[in-house]
C-alpha cells in the first residue's frame, strides 16, 4: 500500500498562527507533503489568505474580509488563534506566499478557492494568474466548495488538478460524480469517510483526501479505510504505514 500522504491545514496551525507565513514556513520544515491554505478577495480586488470570510476569529480586527481594502487589513495582527506562538504576524498576499513557494521546489499547495459563502468575481482568475507568474502550476491543486468553481477553473486552469470538497455529511457515489466532471479527488469530512466510500473512489480513479485529521484513532483509521491523503493541524508524528 502507498504511504498515506499528509498536508498541513492551514499551515502547520497546530502550533503557529493559521494561515500565516510563519506556519506556512514551519510546515515546509516539517517536510509535510503539500500545504493547504484559502483565499478570498479584499475590497480593492486583491487575493489573501485567510480562512473565514470575517476576520474576527484570527485577528485584532473585525469585519468582512471583503469590506477592507488591502492596506487597512494590513493593520491586523493574524495571531489571534496561537498568540503564544508568535505575535504581529499579518494576513499574507497570495502572491506572498507563492514568491516564497517558488524559491523550495518541497513545497506543493492545495489552494481552496473560497466562493461557496461570497462569490468573489474574479477570484478563480486572480489567482490562476499569480500561480502563473511564479511558474507554480506543476506544484499546485485547487479545492472548493463551491463546485461551480471547480468548473470554471477547468477552463482557466487545464491540467490543474482539482478537489471536490463536501460538507460533514458527505455524499454517496462520490467517486461517480468526479469521475463524470472531471474531479480528480475527493475532499469529505472525516466523520462521512467510510471503507466502501473510499473503494467507491478508487474504483472511477478519484483519489480520497480527507479533512481534517488530528488524533491518532482517526488517523489509523483513515490508514485502514485506505485514503490517498489527510489534511492534519500537527506536524507528521503518526506511522502511515
Given amino acids: 500500500m502507498a504511504t498515506m500522504k499528509v498536508y498541513a491545514h492551514r499551515g502547520l496551525s497546530g502550533l503557529y498562527p493559521e494561515n500565516t507565513m510563519i506556519a506556512f514556513q514551519r510546515a515546509a520544515e516539517e517536510k509535510f507533503d ?3 491554505l484559502d483565499v478570498q478577495l479584499t475590497r480593492d ?3 489573501v489568505i485567510i480562512h473565514d470570510e470575517a476576520i474576527d476569529r484570527t485577528t485584532n480586527g473585525s469585519g468582512l474580509v471583503m469590506s477592507y481594502s488591502l492596506a487597512d487589513l494590513r493593520r491586523f495582527d493574524a495571531s489571534r488563534v496561537r498568540p503564544e506562538a508568535t505575535s504581529g504576524a499579518g494576513i499574507p498576499t497570495f502572491e506572498e506566499y507563492c514568491e516564497w513557494a517558488s524559491s523550495d521546489p ?3 499547495t492545495n489552494i481552496e478557492i473560497k466562493s461557496s459563502v461570497i462569490f468573489y468575481p474574479g477570484l478563480e482568475e486572480k489567482t490562476f494568474a499569480i500561480i502563473q507568474k511564479y511558474h507554480l502550476e506543476d506544484r499546485v491543486f485547487f479545492s ?3 463546485h461551480l468553481s471547480l468548473i470554471l477553473l477547468q ?3 487545464p491540467g490543474i488538478p482539482l478537489g471536490l470538497l463536501v460538507e460533514q455529511q458527505g455524499l454517496v457515489h462520490a467517486g461517480s460524480l468526479c469521475s463524470r466532471f472531471g474531479f480528480d479527488y475527493f475532499h469529505p469530512a472525516l ?3 467510510t471503507a466502501e466510500g473510499v473503494a467507491e473512489c478508487h474504483d472511477h480513479g ?3 483526501q480527507v479533512w481534517t485529521v488530528d488524533a491518532q484513532v482517526d488517523w489509523d483509521r483513515m490508514v485502514a479505510a485506505k485514503v490517498d491523503a489527510v489534511f492534519s493541524n500537527f506536524p507528521r508524528r503518526h506511522e502511515a504505514e
Avoid: D
Fill in 34 to 36: 503539500a500545504i493547504e
Fill in 45 to 47: 480586488g486583491q487575493v
Fill in 106 to 108: 518541497s513545497v506543493h
Fill in 144 to 146: 472548493s466548495f463551491n
Fill in 155 to 157: 477552463q482557466i486552469a
Fill in 191 to 193: 466523520p462521512s469517510v
Fill in 206 to 208: 478519484v483519489g480520497v
